[in-house]
């Protein structure tokens, strides 16, 4: 059963609009949440991530939101660039553990 | 800066032949992992290793094995190819247990089972 859950597999949005992609998951356990983006060809490359005693990380453009009792956690791009154009995979970790969660994807396709 | 490098981009073989993916990371990493990506199924656990000569099924270890000798190296086996293994197979490392740090990834493999 898919624990962590991306329910758009697609996106497009307007170059200079706010990107945003949603995640879902169902395990409480989880406490580390992570966005990866991946080109075509090329291996996933890390974002950012979020530990669960927060409830929003930024980096620049890039910005993700964690709503535990919600199990839900959002990643904003803003302004949003045809450089931005890639598929977005969140992923989530216990707190003990090695495993690694993956969602099935957002392919995002920024329009210039 | 972390590098992860698999062996191959591209690869075909036959169906019935024993395979081989390597991968190596240079950043003395405990843990190793082995993933296959699908459309439509986002990234799927195969193996991980989280110490030499240590291994752990995940999600869909059937039709797989895995080697770790060295703590660099990780190899996936295919022991006897079939095409429903046509996939991509990413290989990962992360530094250590329950520490939050994310996962680094090799460009992947390109697998064709024929």
């Known amino acids: 059963d898919q624990q962590v859950k991306q329910n758009s597999p697609s996106l497009s949005v307007q170059e200079g609009r706010i990107s945003i992609l949603n995640c879902d998951y169902t395990n409480s356990m989880f406490d580390y949440f992570l966005w990866y983006k991946k080109y075509p060809a090329e291996g996933p490359t890390f974002l950012i991530s979020i530990s669960s005693i927060k409830d929003k990380n930024e980096d620049g453009r890039f910005t993700v939101f964690l709503n535990k009792s919600a199990k839900h956690l959002s990643l904003h791009i803003v302004p949003s660039q045809p450089g931005d154009s890639a598929v977005y995979f969140c992923a989530a970790t216990p707190n003990t553990g090695n495993q690694f969660y993956f969602g099935t994807g957002t392919s995002l396709t920024v329009i210039p | 800066d972390v590098k992860v490098t698999q062996s191959s981009r591209y690869l075909v073989k036959r169906t019935g032949e024993k395979v081989f993916l390597e991968c190596v990371q240079d950043?003395?990493?405990?843990?190793m992992f082995w993933y296959r990506q699908d459309p439509g199924l986002g990234l799927r656990l195969i193996y991980f290793s989280y110490d030499v000569k240590m291994k752990e099924k995940g999600d869909i270890p059937e039709g797989y094995s895995v080697s770790r000798e060295k703590k660099e190296r990780f190899s996936l086996i295919l022991e006897s190819a079939s095409t429903n293994q046509t996939s991509m197979y990413l290989c990962?490392?992360?530094?250590?247990?329950?520490?939050?740090?994310?996962?680094?990834f090799g460009d992947g493999t390109r697998l064709s089972i024929l």
């Open positions: 990962a490392s992360s530094l250590v247990t329950g520490g939050h740090q994310p996962q680094h």
């Open positions: 950043m003395d990493h405990e843990n």
